[in-house]
């Protein structure tokens, strides 16, 4: 399909997506509302338009998190959250959604008063305490449309279900009051591993601010929701009968009275809730030793008690400087386009959700303010720990957001491989094969990637470098990226019979792609040596690369000159050269212009239904390597083929879960992931 026809489909209704509210930027397959870490992932799987009130909300996989919502109007009451069958409600009307890099906003209608449902997942990117907060916001108001004064009350639950993956273990619970009314849940027997990618340590909470005009209970869902319907309030009583998640359904409910609710909104009733464990992570230290720590807020806070009442007082700031950073999200994406826009603003959090800010204890128990170190899970895929051909997709929202968070990234990868515990000769493919155990792999078994991992690693130590203006990487490691960088020498020109990132087409030969990666990487180190003042490695690589580029092209070049190979030698493939993008954000210029040229027109003449597919060897792509690919384009009409590709597969309605960046061309139907953080990767166009 070439693009003419692509630009007639792209403007056709989506009638899968058509839906009776107003959607702003558009209906994603999943909303977002409460992500902050791999184990706070909240969604409403939406697919082609099913509302808040509609269905439960999921956990990424899929599996259930009880979180229920009532609006009692003049003794009416209605459903504004979840799914919950009781005998008294009926269901409030959805009137919009919009969200943003932060926020996910519904309008529901309950008769003659609006209710605005604003879900906050702050990205503080910038405020490395902030940041580590596994605490999300749920504000609701409500305001009369009919111009007359309405009585209003609201209720929130949440289940048992938000702790565990499995429904048949027993849980206990606690409510403490004071200034701040929590509800804390966790399992009775406390396991540091998961079950179903849900951890079985660590407590669920559900909080709100303290006052005359709030009530709470736990107990079964169907006696505390209907006290609410028949009431208006809560009977401030506790359920201590602890049992299994699923046994009678234990809640967790606070009701507020707002009194009355007139043509001026009502100040917000604001909630959170969040899920905390400590230790978070294990990782492996020097002689094989377990390091317990912990996530990065524990340096400010004695008590979770404490946390929560700052996280709440904070509110108003905290929602002033989400609204700032999805100003400056927006504006900047929208100098590229709006579709860019909307893709964007719906990766941020995504790809924020799979990031866990860590630091460790000294010998005298204090808190090691120095050692910071960053975890990401590998969601969705192999559940490992700091993929690094995961954190390279992500990379561009680091570098963007705040490259920071990158270095805290690579330094357990860079100071695990420098205790030389890791056997081989190339960079390791993650830090452990389970998350949250980051305990290395000392036999040197893990997946094994040689040529895309040295690449990546110094692809990412450089552009740290360039965009931080911090040499204190490379100066520690410089080792280790001389190590690597030998690798590609000897590997890169002709790459052997290797996976690269992509390890679901299979392993290839003579991949053009990875000659590619390989050789931006030597010249990477090129740079590297040039900024520590060793110009010999210096030039030695410089001339290395300035031998291999040539080659290169000769072997991966068609010979009809229209463009780039899969893979040395096969005339009739190709595929996307993603890896090009390394090239202008190092501005190393390894490659000609001509080269990117080539490419740009030969893209528009291959694009099906959703895009360009990965390469030859299947018809399915990435969204993330589509828009690095978008990227490197060399004019706005393919730049824009790309992003619109993504826009219109992330639009479509024909999913319901999180964005997933595995999709097929030619229907936009899902593979097998979702939730990524490789999404970060949709901000490659903001990163260069």
Same mark, same amino acid.
């Given at each position: 399909?070439?693009?003419?026809?692509?630009?007639?489909?792209?403007?056709?209704?989506?009638?899968?997506?058509?839906?009776?509210?107003?959607?702003?930027?558009?209906?994603?397959?999943?909303?977002?509302?409460?992500?902050?870490?791999?184990?706070?992932?909240?969604?409403?799987?939406?697919?082609?338009?099913?509302?808040?009130?509609?269905?439960?909300?999921?956990?990424?996989?899929?599996?259930?998190?009880?979180?229920?919502?009532?609006?009692?109007?003049?003794?009416?009451?209605?459903?504004?959250?979840?799914? =919950?069958?009781?005998?008294? %409600?009926?269901?409030?009307?959805?009137?919009?959604?919009?969200?943003?890099?932060?926020?996910?906003?519904?309008?529901?209608?309950?008769?003659?008063?609006?209710?605005?449902?604003?879900?906050?997942?702050?990205?503080?990117?910038?405020?490395?305490?902030?940041?580590?907060?596994?605490?999300?916001?749920?504000?609701?108001?409500?305001?009369?449309?009919?111009?007359?004064?309405?009585?209003?009350?609201?209720?929130?639950?949440?289940?048992?279900?938000?702790?565990?993956?499995?429904?048949?273990?027993?849980?206990?619970?606690?409510?403490?009051?004071?200034?701040?009314?929590?509800? !804390?849940?966790? /399992?009775?027997?406390?396991?540091?591993?998961?079950?179903?990618?849900?951890?079985?340590?660590?407590?669920?909470?559900?909080?709100?601010?303290?006052?005359?005009?709030?009530?709470?209970?736990?107990? !079964?869902?169907?006696?505390?929701?209907? !006290?609410?319907?028949?009431?208006?309030?809560?009977? &401030?009583?506790?359920?201590?009968?602890?049992?299994?998640?699923?046994?009678?359904?234990?809640?967790?409910?606070?009701?507020?009275? /707002?009194?009355?609710?007139?043509?001026?909104?009502?100040?917000?009733?604001?909630?959170?809730?969040?899920?905390?464990?400590?230790?978070?992570?294990?990782?492996?230290?020097?002689?094989?030793?377990?390091?317990?720590?912990?996530?990065?807020?524990?340096?400010?806070?004695?008590?979770?008690?404490?946390?929560?009442?700052?996280?709440?007082?904070?509110?108003?700031?905290?929602?002033?400087?989400?609204?700032?950073?999805?100003?400056?999200? $927006?504006?900047?994406?929208?100098?590229?386009?709006?579709?860019?826009?909307?893709?964007?603003?719906?990766?941020?959090?995504?790809?924020?959700?799979?990031? *866990?800010?860590?630091?460790?204890?000294?010998?005298?128990?204090?808190?090691?303010?120095?050692?910071?170190?960053?975890?990401?899970?590998?969601?969705?895929?192999?559940?490992?720990?700091?993929?690094?051909?995961?954190?390279?997709?992500?990379?561009?929202?680091?570098?963007?957001?705040?490259?920071?968070?990158? #270095? @805290?990234?690579?330094?357990?990868?860079? *100071?695990?491989? %420098?205790?030389?515990?890791?056997?081989?000769?190339?960079?390791?493919?993650?830090?452990?094969?389970?998350?949250? &155990?980051?305990?290395?792999?000392?036999?040197?078994?893990?997946?094994?990637? =040689?040529?895309?991992?040295?690449?990546?690693?110094?692809?990412?130590?450089?552009?740290?470098? $360039? #965009?931080?203006?911090?040499?204190?990487?490379?100066? $520690?490691?410089?080792?280790?990226?001389?190590?690597?960088?030998?690798?590609?020498?000897?590997?890169?020109?002709?790459?052997?019979? !290797?996976?690269?990132?992509?390890?679901?087409?299979?392993?290839?030969?003579?991949?053009?792609?990875?000659?590619? #990666?390989?050789?931006?990487?030597?010249?990477?180190?090129?740079?590297?040596?040039?900024?520590?003042?060793?110009?010999?490695?210096?030039?030695?690589?410089?001339?290395?690369? $300035?031998?291999?580029?040539?080659?290169?092209? &000769?072997?991966?070049?068609?010979?009809?000159?229209?463009?780039?190979? /899969?893979?040395?030698?096969?005339?009739?493939?190709?595929?996307?050269?993603?890896?090009?993008?390394?090239?202008?954000?190092?501005?190393?210029?390894?490659?000609?212009?001509?080269?990117?040229?080539?490419?740009?027109?030969?893209?528009?003449?291959?694009?099906?239904?959703?895009?360009?597919?990965?390469?030859?060897?299947?018809?399915?792509?990435?969204?993330?390597?589509?828009?690095?690919?978008?990227?490197?384009?060399?004019?706005?009409?393919?730049?824009?083929?790309?992003?619109?590709?993504?826009?219109? +597969?992330?639009?479509?309605?024909?999913?319901?879960?999180?964005?997933?960046?595995? +999709?097929?061309?030619? &229907?936009?139907?899902? @593979?097998?992931?979702?939730?990524?953080?490789?999404?970060?990767?949709?901000?490659?166009? /903001?990163?260069?």
């Amino acid at each position: 399909m070439g693009l003419t026809k692509f630009f007639a489909l792209i403007t056709l209704t989506l009638t899968a997506s058509a839906v009776s509210w107003n959607a702003t930027p558009f209906n994603p397959a999943s909303v977002p509302l409460a992500v902050r870490s791999p184990y706070l992932s909240a969604w409403l799987p939406q697919g082609a338009g099913t509302t808040l009130n509609g269905v439960w909300p999921q956990f990424w996989t899929g599996s259930t998190l009880g979180w229920a919502g009532y609006i009692r109007v003049d003794g009416a009451t209605y459903t504004f959250l979840g799914d =919950p069958v009781a005998a008294g %409600a009926i269901s409030a009307v959805q009137k919009s959604i919009e969200f943003t890099s932060t926020q996910s906003i519904f309008v529901m209608t309950a008769g003659p008063v609006d209710i605005n449902v604003n879900f906050l997942s702050p990205v503080e990117p910038t405020d490395l305490l902030k940041q580590s907060i596994p605490f999300s916001y749920l504000a609701l108001s409500a305001v009369s449309t009919d111009g007359r004064s309405h009585t209003v009350s609201v209720y929130t639950d949440i289940s048992a279900e938000w702790v565990s993956g499995d429904d048949s273990l027993t849980v206990n619970w606690t409510t403490s009051t004071g200034n701040i009314l929590t509800h !804390q849940v966790m /399992l009775e027997n406390q396991l540091y591993i998961e079950y179903s990618d849900y951890i079985q340590q660590g407590a669920a909470y559900y909080s709100t601010p303290n006052s005359s005009s709030v009530t709470y209970q736990t107990g !079964q869902d169907v006696v505390v929701r209907a !006290q609410f319907i028949n009431n208006g309030v809560l009977a &401030n009583t506790e359920d201590t009968n602890f049992r299994a998640v699923s046994d009678n359904w234990p809640v967790f409910a606070f009701a507020h009275d /707002l009194d009355t609710a007139s043509t001026t909104a009502t100040v917000p009733v604001i909630y959170t809730v969040g899920h905390v464990r400590d230790p978070a992570i294990q990782y492996i230290v020097a002689n094989d030793v377990y390091q317990p720590r912990s996530i990065y807020f524990w340096s400010a806070y004695s008590s979770i008690a404490d946390l929560i009442s700052d996280f709440i007082g904070d509110y108003s700031t905290a929602l002033g400087r989400a609204q700032a950073f999805d100003q400056k999200v $927006q504006n900047d994406a929208l100098a590229i386009s709006s579709n860019y826009a909307g893709v964007v603003a719906l990766s941020v959090r995504q790809a924020f959700g799979a990031l *866990e800010l860590t630091l460790s204890k000294n010998s005298d128990g204090r808190w090691n303010t120095d050692d910071i170190l960053m975890f990401l899970k590998e969601i969705s895929s192999d559940g490992n720990v700091n993929t690094v051909d995961v954190i390279m997709p992500a990379w561009p929202i680091l570098l963007y957001a705040n490259p920071t968070l990158g #270095k @805290y990234l690579l330094l357990g990868l860079l *100071e695990y491989q %420098a205790t030389g515990q890791y056997p081989n000769a190339w960079a390791a493919h993650d830090l452990g094969s389970s998350y949250p &155990n980051a305990t290395g792999h000392n036999a040197g078994n893990d997946e094994a990637m =040689p040529l895309e991992e040295c690449g990546n690693m110094l692809v990412m130590a450089l552009s740290y470098t $360039q #965009k931080s203006n911090d040499t204190s990487l490379i100066t $520690q490691y410089t080792d280790l990226l001389n190590q690597w960088t030998g690798y590609l020498v000897a590997e890169a020109l002709i790459p052997a019979n !290797q996976i690269s990132t992509d390890d679901f087409a299979g392993a290839l030969a003579n991949q053009t792609n990875l000659a590619i #990666k390989g050789v931006i990487g030597i010249q990477a180190m090129s740079v590297i040596s040039g900024i520590l003042g060793d110009t010999v490695n210096q030039q030695n690589y410089s001339s290395i690369v $300035q031998r291999y580029v040539p080659q290169i092209l &000769n072997y991966a070049t068609s010979s009809d000159g229209l463009h780039l190979t /899969l893979n040395y030698g096969n005339e009739s493939s190709w595929g996307l050269s993603y890896n090009l993008y390394a090239d202008k954000l190092l501005g190393t210029n390894v490659f000609p212009e001509s080269v990117y040229d080539m490419q740009t027109a030969w893209y528009a003449t291959v694009v099906d239904t959703y895009g360009v597919p990965l390469d030859t060897r299947h018809t399915y792509t990435k969204s993330d390597w589509e828009s690095w690919t978008a990227a490197i384009m060399t004019n706005t009409t393919t730049r824009d083929m790309f992003i619109d590709s993504v826009y219109k +597969y992330a639009a479509d309605g024909e999913s319901n879960q999180p964005l997933g960046d595995w +999709y097929e061309t030619l &229907n936009g139907a899902v @593979y097998g992931f979702r939730a990524r953080p490789v999404v970060g990767g949709h901000l490659a166009l /903001l990163a260069l």
